[in-house]
């Protein structure tokens, strides 16, 4: 986070308050951090009342003030000193509640804003630069029982002590003579405190909640139609979500990761998710099991059951967790083997079956630095060989279809040929002799005569073969090596793929060129072609019979097509960490933007890419104007695209200093546009001509650190906004863009959209042990029964709307392999999407069950017993 110098932050922050009554305003005001913040009891007492027995107060310095010299503070009688003081016996609760609710009356800052980020600069450098410090917890303000004796006093003379408290009493009791309001304070204190029973009280509209993230307090304000806050039952919503469509494919940095079935589906993975997709019919089925990002992919020879593995991932406390190979039933989606859970390191980085004993055996390696080679028994889930196979990287590993003990791995530098017996290997390295040896192996198949044909980062496809052994060379005892027999050339660049076709023809897929050849038996080449640039090159080719092919590519696209027609895209995706994520007012589209520097428009409905475009900068946040026919798109660089949606055209643009921009917020009635950008500013523009026409009209400044979310009120005329050192701050958009100071005014204004991850309403979604980042995004439901959450770990959450008490209950959902960092509903609340940071994932999931009505109507039946609480509805799940 960037830090502001601190003249500037003290300068722009609200760092002293309002002059007392009968103070003349024209002094000098005096920082808050240096005002009196709570007075001793005794001074709170009317003339001539007598102290309550029992009670003992005496004066204490303000924390963060020790450090000033004694002996300069006796010297400097006449001038101000902050001191707080501290009860040793407990004090009825009621008795805080009504000095604050008096506080906020006569419109000073409350005792919460004193310790607010913008208002105390100390404060903010040491919270957050503190380590996490537990549990997530929300307290009651006023629900702390006793105030003990801080013991930052050091001993001093005991006449010059008597002396100095004197002369604060006696200050405060001018104070207090000052102030008509802290006299009425002091004895609604005083009689609340004789109230026999007012200890458990009543929730006045000016109570307020602390959350901790980090060891700093967050203050949320309880709304006037909360009765009992602590009676308030949180339950999971009536709602659920199922995985309706993935888009995306990983072709960027895996390999052979593509096959199709006799069903006409095609198998592919991204993210955690194996997708079945079904190409005539153009539906999808899902296999959901892996706990990770899915790395590798085979098919079994029976064409029905299918491997694939998984990366270790880490849980949310950092520990890694264990990989493991699935095998599953691509017709039921059962899982029928679950092989090396608790044996692999890392990840999985390749699988293949057995041939010719039917695939009852699978070999595995892993992504360790030795890449152990493993063979495992299908139907026992038992290891029964393993061995060390090299320290460079490794590619590809297969059977040989005719002979299950001879196993072949290629990668960086090395094609190697094991052989296993008695459950030991051997291994024999191929010879490169006269030829060059090549970077990288990227690829091999077994031809219809048994010979190996490889594909190397130069280009060439090399033909391996047994050769005798050479005495001469070798000596006796020498034993048959593997050695190439002919090189051919295919591809400029590397050979990524290879594929051999059911008449013994063969397919190569090209790198730089992003060629496809088709060669005959004998390697000679007879027909190709040419995918187009905006795909990238061929990464895997699967053979879906007579003349047409499936393509993965590297850019994340399976293209669909034979030589003589083309190919077209039939799956794409981002190929780069993606943020940003609207979706429109009234249709069924949402637009996505990223690193990759591509803006693309989907279609929810038709499960399909409607356009792309590529800009010059990455986008990173985005919203649709109310009209639905403009959509504004941040960028890195501070800049900012108003496009039109028919034409892709840029209507308008403008900057908004030179940091990236984090949000995008359109006013219900769109004649505002809101960017929140990380130079700790909100830019407001009038917005005219239907959203083609931007007109700067002012600056949100107050936070002091980068703007996260913000959302507008439904009349328009109000912003709340999060920021990156945890700050919610509220601005009067009408009154020129004017800082609210006193936040427990917006307690009750209703939000046309609530994004921000920080507010009374959204408390409950933070887990224990939150750190303040593990929460990306979050989105209420236009409904307002429900908001989704997307956090740091993966994970998709639904929590009943409103969910304001800690630990509340959620349904969550596992799909992503990478920390999630947004999720939107569509204008009917029909559909939830996510999206995934580097696994280039978007999820749209299926809003199950629910009906009813909105949050208000379920908080206007709920407020005579508990506020916020809901029993399931007849029909739901």
Request: proline share 4%.
């Amino acid at each position: 986070m960037k830090q502001r110098p601190i003249a500037e932050t003290l300068d722009r922050s609200t760092q002293t308050e309002n002059p007392l009554p009968g103070q003349d305003s024209s002094q000098d005001r005096v920082p808050l951090h240096r005002r009196v913040q709570s007075l001793q009891l005794e001074d709170a007492l009317p003339p001539g009342q007598p102290v309550v027995e029992g009670t003992r107060a005496k004066l204490h310095r303000v924390p963060g003030l020790e450090e000033e010299d004694e002996e300069q503070e006796e010297d400097e009688e006449g001038g101000e000193l902050s001191w707080t003081s501290s009860v040793e016996e407990p004090i009825i609760t009621t008795t805080i509640r009504g000095l604050q609710r008096e506080d906020f009356q006569d419109g000073s800052c409350s005792p919460e804003e004193l310790g607010s980020p913008s208002a105390s600069l100390r404060a903010s450098e040491q919270n957050l630069s503190a380590p996490r410090s537990g549990p997530l917890t929300a307290i009651l303000e006023g629900e702390k029982k006793q105030l003990v004796r801080r013991n930052s006093e050091k001993l001093v003379n005991p006449e010059k002590q008597r002396k100095r408290l004197d002369k604060k009493a006696a200050s405060s009791a001018n104070l207090l003579t000052r102030s008509s309001s802290l006299e009425n304070r002091a004895k609604e204190m005083v009689a609340s405190a004789g109230s026999p029973g007012s200890r458990r009280g009543t929730y006045s509209q000016e109570q307020s909640i602390k959350m901790f993230i980090r060891g700093r307090p967050i203050t949320m304000y309880i709304p006037s139609n909360i009765l009992n806050y602590e009676d308030l039952k949180m339950e999971p919503p009536s709602e659920r979500l199922e995985l309706d469509w993935v888009y995306g494919y990983r072709g960027r940095d895996c390999r052979a990761n593509l096959y199709f079935l006799p069903t006409g589906e095609a198998v592919y993975f991204i993210a955690c998710v194996v997708v079945l997709y079904h190409i005539k019919d153009r539906t999808q089925r899902h296999y959901t099991n892996h706990t990770d990002c899915v790395r590798c992919l085979t098919l079994h020879p029976d064409k029905v059951r299918v491997a694939s593995g998984q990366s270790a991932g880490v849980d949310k406390d950092g520990k890694p967790l264990q990989p493991c190979v699935n095998i599953w039933n691509s017709t039921t989606l059962e899982t029928l083997q679950q092989i090396g859970l608790g044996t692999f390191q890392r990840g999985v980085g390749s699988v293949a079956f057995s041939f010719a004993d039917s695939g009852a055996f699978l070999c595995v390696i892993d992504d360790s630095n030795e890449h152990m080679l493993s063979v495992w028994d299908c139907s026992k889930g038992t290891k029964h060989a393993e061995v060390k196979s090299t320290n460079e990287a490794v590619f590809a590993v297969e059977f040989n279809p005719s002979d299950s003990t001879n196993i072949i791995t290629c990668g960086k530098s090395h094609v190697y040929f094991w052989t296993l017996s008695a459950g030991q290997f051997t291994k024999k390295q191929g010879i490169f002799g006269k030829y060059k040896k090549p970077k990288f192996i990227q690829c091999f198949v077994f031809s219809l005569t048994g010979d190996v044909l490889t594909g190397d980062s130069e280009g060439n496809i090399l033909t391996w073969g047994k050769s005798a052994a050479d005495v001469k060379t070798l000596g006796k005892g020498a034993k048959e090596t593997f050695q190439i027999m002919r090189q051919t050339r295919a591809h400029e660049g590397s050979v990524f793929t290879l594929c051999t076709l059911q008449g013994g023809g063969l397919l190569s897929g090209g790198g730089k060129d992003r060629k496809i050849i088709r060669w005959s038996a004998d390697l000679a080449p007879e027909r190709e072609c040419e995918i187009s640039e905006n795909y990238g090159a061929v990464r895997t080719i699967a053979d879906v019979g007579g003349e047409e092919l499936l393509v993965g590519t590297t850019r994340n696209a399976i293209l669909r097509g034979t030589f003589s027609d083309g190919f077209v895209a039939i799956v794409q995706g981002h190929v780069d960490e993606m943020w940003g994520l609207a979706t429109h007012p009234s249709q069924s589209i949402f637009l996505t933007c990223g690193h990759d520097r591509q803006v693309c428009l989907w279609n929810t409905e038709e499960h399909k890419l409607d356009w792309c475009i590529t800009l010059e900068e990455y986008g990173l946040c985005a919203d649709f104007c109310p009209n639905g026919s403009v959509v504004s798109v941040g960028l890195n660089t501070g800049r900012w695209l108003a496009l039109d949606l028919l034409t892709r055209e840029v209507v308008s643009e403008s900057t908004d200093g030179n940091e990236q921009l984090s949000v995008m917020r359109y006013s219900p009635d769109g004649s505002f546009l809101a960017v929140g950008s990380h130079d700790n500013f909100i830019y407001i523009y009038n917005v005219t001509e239907s959203g083609r026409r931007y007109i700067r009209s002012g600056k949100c400044n107050g936070h002091s650190s980068f703007i996260t979310h913000l959302d507008w009120s439904k009349d328009g005329k109000y912003i709340m906004s999060n920021s990156g050192d945890y700050e919610i701050l509220y601005w009067d958009i009408a009154a020129g863009c004017k800082l609210l100071r006193n936040r427990f005014e917006s307690k009750d204004r209703e939000w046309a959209s609530y994004t921000c991850v920080l507010g009374f309403h959204v408390m409950g979604v933070w887990l224990e042990g939150s750190d303040g980042t593990d929460i990306n995004a979050l989105c209420r439901s236009h409904s307002e029964r429900m908001v989704a959450v997307a956090d740091d770990f993966c994970k998709v959450h639904l929590f009943q709307y409103p969910c304001p008490k800690p630990k509340a209950p959620s349904h969550k959902y596992r799909g992503h392999g990478s920390h999630v960092t947004n999720v939107r509903f569509t204008h009917s609340d029909s559909h939830l999407l996510s999206m995934g940071g580097k696994d280039t994932c978007i999820l749209q999931w299926r809003v199950m069950g629910g009906g009813g009505g909105d949050s208000r109507e379920r908080l206007a039946s709920a407020s005579s017993t508990s506020p916020y609480t809901s029993s399931p509805e007849p029909g739901t799940s």
